[in-house]
């Protein structure tokens, strides 16, 4: 029997979920701290620890002595601390793509959303207000439109597929080149990152923070795109300059913004983002379906008991 202890959120909608994985598998016993933070005592038999939000830092690794594994329940690693789990013999998972189209889909809804301003829409319709012209000049096709992806992993190739249903042109950039079969398949073309935003109607980022990405996105890459452009961020904060972006988007120099992450979240308050024109905001609910959220729950639990049983489990990143 595997002693595996959550550390993440305690919505009930999620631990009802994560009960129902554990429910339909015996070799596991589940525990969830009853306090914000786990105790000594619920450390003390912790074999896995399902990572959800939040540090795993050394001083609490050493609280839990069995532990040998931390599974992340997404592909971000965010607050592990990778070098104290080495000492200490622990692998660190995570399960890159199980999130990919729940992402995808949030980015295509946010990218429609802000083409066809629908929250002013949805909002005067409510106060009764008729005014279907009040956004005519500034709404826009996504057919023909130039679309340019940062990251073209998982998440990135499911959107440019979608993307491409509704007959846009596709352009990407990444550090690591997809083959030219997977290009040609998609309907893609890579190109270098100036030549990339250069005219594009739609950017889209799905890439992690790193050293390279952070800032990578400011006012001079704003200053490329089209002025109807639509610049969404489902990735990380910090890749893009929010006040640079707020700017353009105050200016009209950039038409919206379909944003799923921002700096210092989940305190946002006070975030230019917040007061700008044409932007969708959501709080970091990329992946939280239904589907998603069984999905991952399902493959973190498979591998932490393929360790369990000997064997090496899957996506081992540290």
């Not at 622990?90 to 992402?103: H, K, R």
């Not at 295509?108 to 207000?129: F, I, Q, V």
């Not at 952070?214 to 089209?226: D, F, H, K, N, T």
């Amino acid at each position: 029997m595997s002693t595996v202890i959550w550390i993440g959120e305690k919505d009930r909608q999620v631990l009802d979920i994560l009960d129902e994985a554990f429910a339909a598998e015996p070799r596991a016993t589940l525990v969830i701290p009853a306090g914000d933070s786990p105790t000594d005592t619920e450390l003390a038999e912790a074999e896995a620890i399902l990572n959800g939000a939040g540090t795993i830092s050394a001083e609490l690794m050493d609280r839990a002595p069995k532990l040998r594994i931390i599974q992340r329940v997404g592909a971000g690693t965010d607050g592990i601390d990778f070098a104290a789990a080495a000492e200490r013999d622990v692998l660190v998972a995570n399960l890159p793509g199980a999130n990919s189209v729940a992402v995808a889909e949030l980015a295509m809804a946010s990218l429609l959303a802000c083409a066809r301003h629908l929250p002013g829409l949805d909002a005067n319709t409510r106060r009764g207000e008729w005014t279907p012209n009040e956004w005519l000049d500034q709404s826009y096709e996504l057919a023909g439109r130039k679309a340019a992806i940062i990251g073209l992993g998982h998440i990135g190739q499911l959107l440019a597929r979608r993307m491409k249903a509704f007959d846009m042109t596709l352009a990407y950039y990444d550090v690591f080149r997809q083959p030219e079969e997977v290009e040609r398949e998609i309907g893609i073309e890579y190109t270098e990152l100036a030549e990339l935003l250069a005219g594009a109607d739609v950017l889209s980022i799905h890439v992690p923070l790193t050293a390279d990405t952070r800032g990578m996105i400011g006012a001079e890459q704003l200053a490329l795109m089209s002025d109807t452009a639509i610049v969404l961020n489902m990735s990380r904060p910090g890749i893009v300059d929010e006040s640079a972006l707020a700017e353009a988007l105050r200016a009209g120099t950039i038409a919206g913004a379909g944003f799923d992450v921002f700096s210092g979240e989940p305190d946002i308050a006070g975030n230019p983002l917040l007061d700008a024109p044409n932007v969708v905001a959501t709080p970091h609910a990329g992946a939280q379906t239904r589907d998603t959220v069984k999905r991952v729950f399902t493959k973190a639990l498979a591998n932490v008991l393929t360790l369990a049983e000997g064997e090496t489990p899957q996506h081992v990143i540290g």
